[in-house]
């Protein structure tokens, strides 16, 4: 008797314990069809950032978390079907996602850019300059990405500038149809077209135009929760701001990035 007496209050002297939430946390993953982290289980620099810090979270807040691999499309209906509590999807905020899912504070700064080979590069620099903007792209066959906010505008480009709009499913599909002379620019953000360029399948590819943060192209970058679960919300974000002021955050990004993500 006494010695349950000591257990429970050692339990009740730890309420986190007592509050131990079991979580699935979707983690995306572009250039995947499947729910793997990529290709013989090696993650991009992206899919292994957004793991690390959701095990951050996920520990600060005293939750037991199970990642799981989604495709972009894939993560905020499975956060609105109650599959999955945290998406790390590199969500950008915007009105029209805020009807299904509520977001976290800030993680980091997003924009975006095209991508194409060096050959489509020299012709189009060639017929109308190389600092070209997205919106003064014509007769150009462009590659997005359903469900992203560069498919969106892409969307609504293409019929003005006589775009035609290609779809891929994932960013490993996006680049095959640049390589394969398929289609002339890809549309993605930035950080994760300079992570392809990075590899060596991205020999031959390079930027084309400047960055883009109009139209929904750039932001703030945050994790999808469900819109019910404020209490969950609450602690997400104060873990953030933990991390951050202790310099956890930066230590997780210098770990896969050589640079700032601010």
């Not at 979580?23 to 950032?49: C, I, N, Y």
């Not at 990405?145 to 499913?169: C, D, F, H, M, W």
């Amino acid at each position: 008797m006494r010695i349950s007496i000591i257990f429970l209050l050692l339990f009740l002297s730890f309420p986190h314990l007592a509050q131990a939430r079991e979580l699935q946390v979707a983690v995306g993953s572009h250039h995947e069809r499947a729910t793997q982290p990529a290709v013989g289980g090696k993650r991009s620099a992206l899919a292994a950032f957004n793991e690390d810090l959701a095990r951050e979270i996920c520990r600060r807040i005293s939750a037991r978390c199970t990642v799981v691999f989604m495709t972009f499309g894939e993560i905020l209906p499975g956060i609105e079907a109650n599959k999955v509590a945290l998406g790390f999807g590199n969500f950008l905020r915007t009105p029209a996602r805020e009807k299904g899912v509520a977001f976290s504070d800030s993680i980091w700064r997003s924009s975006s850019r095209l991508v194409t080979t060096r050959a489509v590069a020299q012709r189009f620099a060639t017929e109308k300059g190389s600092e070209t903007r997205l919106d003064s792209l014509r007769q150009a066959r462009v590659v997005g990405v359903p469900e992203t906010q560069q498919y969106a505008y892409l969307q609504r480009l293409s019929s003005a500038n006589g775009l035609t709009l290609i779809n891929a499913k994932t960013y490993r599909d996006a680049f095959s149809l640049l390589r394969e002379g398929q289609a002339d620019f890809f549309l993605l953000p930035t950080l994760s077209g300079y992570l392809q360029l990075a590899q060596a399948e991205g020999a031959g590819l390079e930027f084309f135009g400047p960055p883009e943060v109009a139209h929904g192209l750039g932001g703030t970058v945050h994790i999808a929760l469900p819109k019910t679960d404020e209490a969950l919300r609450d602690a997400v974000n104060q873990a953030i701001a933990e991390a951050r002021a202790d310099g956890t955050y930066h230590r997780i990004v210098r770990r896969h990035f050589p640079f700032s993500l601010e």
